[in-house]
């Protein structure tokens, strides 16, 4: 039987929020908004579940950004890929669970750029067999589609069982769910 484990890659994996404050420092300093408007940032972003458009749209609005949501957020994707990191720690475990037999994939919400950048850019891709990034497959979190796309490119099926790990339970609710219960 094949063990397959399935994990979230933002906030599981790699620290977004600590990537995202990163960001958000630089954006405030770029235009002269100061500390509050870090924290402001940072409560905005809401451990990256606010969707993207709305958290740009809603970074115009609050400091009068001038040019478009869709600029600011490319500007974004761009830049977070070099801010984010994994710890020597997760990537070593992921190591020894494929060492052991297990087949490992990463399961993620978000634009192909910004997610594979990510990745990448902190050596996940070495690491993993496989990964399944919502924007680049047409199908979002959590529907099972997407873990079923994860889990094949990983040479496993979701019938056999295995583990999802992420880093909410509404937001991803299969979260720590055995993979043969529906939703996960």
């Given at each position: 039987m094949t063990r397959l484990a399935l994990f979230d890659?933002?906030?599981?994996?790699?620290?977004?929020?600590?990537?995202?404050?990163?960001?958000?420092?630089?954006?405030?300093?770029?235009?002269?908004?100061?500390?509050?408007?870090?924290?402001?940032?940072?409560?905005?972003?809401?451990h990256g579940y606010l969707p993207r458009e709305t958290l740009f749209a809603q970074i115009k609005e609050d400091?009068?950004?001038?040019?478009?949501?869709?600029?600011?957020?490319?500007?974004?994707?761009?830049?977070?890929?070099?801010?984010?990191?994994?710890?020597?720690?997760?990537?070593d475990?992921?190591?020894r669970l494929r060492t052991t037999g297990w087949r490992v994939a990463i399961v993620t919400n978000g634009l192909?750029?910004?997610?594979?950048?990510?990745?990448?850019?902190?050596?996940?891709?070495?690491?993993?067999?496989?990964?399944?990034?919502?924007?680049a497959e047409g199908v979002r979190k959590p529907d099972r589609g997407l873990f079923e796309i994860a889990a094949a490119r990983a040479g496993a099926g979701l019938g056999a069982g295995g583990w999802v790990?992420?880093?909410?339970?509404?937001?991803?609710?299969?979260?720590?769910?055995?993979c043969g219960r529906r939703g996960g």
């Open positions: 890659l933002d906030n599981t994996l790699i620290d977004h929020d600590e990537a995202f404050r990163g960001w958000a420092v630089e954006f405030a300093d770029d235009r002269g908004l100061g500390a509050v408007a870090v924290e402001r940032l940072v409560a905005l972003d809401g400091f009068g950004v001038e040019g478009h949501v869709e600029d600011l957020w490319a500007a974004y994707r761009r830049r977070m890929p070099e801010l984010v990191r994994c710890p020597r720690e997760v990537r475990g992921l190591t192909a750029d910004n997610q594979l950048g990510k990745i990448r850019r902190t050596g996940l891709d070495e690491v993993v067999d496989a990964w399944a990034v919502s924007g790990i992420g880093d909410h339970p509404v937001h991803a609710p299969a979260r720590s769910a055995r």
